[in-house]
């Protein structure tokens, strides 16, 4: 497994999700302090667990069943005017450059949610060539969720989580090589 070789961090396109127009947004939790650290942040594109009840939010465990999975969409805020970009965006559990802390902003996943992102570990797939050779092939491409946030691609549904389809190879706004995702069952 090794994620997509990005410019920067991960970038998130909403296409069609429902927790924006339901309300099934979670803004009131913080990153665990454990997980993430300037060295590992939370990037918009990543789908992350929710531990309500900790006010927390982290990785998802892979053999943990019964667990809240939703997309991180944080608002960019630019934090130096020579670094523009979605790509230069990210959440560390600590303090930033000036000294403010945020919480992500995340969705909780249903069924039939479509996005678009470069968040992505290639998972049994070499490279993004092989992906597209695949999905153009008519073989379905599912995406897990992975342990480091970063949706996992492989030729089979995942038994833990939710299953997702990946659509079709695209790009995103700069340019850089991304997924369409969607959620076939939560």
Not at 54 to 80: P, R, V, W
Not at 83 to 90: D, H, M, T
Not at 105 to 111: D, P, T
Request: glycine share 8%; proline share 3%; hydrophobic share 40%.
């Amino acid at each position: 497994m090794a994620r997509m070789v990005i410019d920067g961090f991960g970038q998130v396109e909403l296409n069609n999700v429902a927790f924006r127009r339901d309300g099934r947004i979670e803004a009131q939790c913080a990153l665990d302090t454990a997980a993430f650290t300037s060295q590992v942040p939370a990037e918009n594109g990543m789908i992350l667990r929710v531990k309500k009840a900790e006010h927390k939010i982290t990785f998802a465990d892979a053999s943990a069943e019964n667990q809240l999975y939703a997309l991180n969409y944080t608002s960019e805020h630019m934090y130096d005017e020579r670094k523009p970009g979605l790509k230069n965006f990210s959440l560390s559990a600590q303090k930033n450059e000036i000294g403010q802390d945020f919480y992500p902003r995340v969705g909780y996943l249903a069924a039939g949610d479509l996005w678009t992102t470069n968040c992505i570990d290639l998972g049994t797939y070499a490279n993004v060539s092989a992906v597209q050779s695949a999905l153009a092939s008519g073989t379905v491409v599912y995406a897990a969720v992975g342990t480091q946030g970063a949706a996992v691609l492989g030729s089979t549904a995942p038994s833990v989580g939710p299953v997702i389809q990946v659509i079709k190879k695209t790009t995103m706004p700069d340019g850089q090589d991304a997924f369409q995702l969607q959620v076939l069952k939560v």
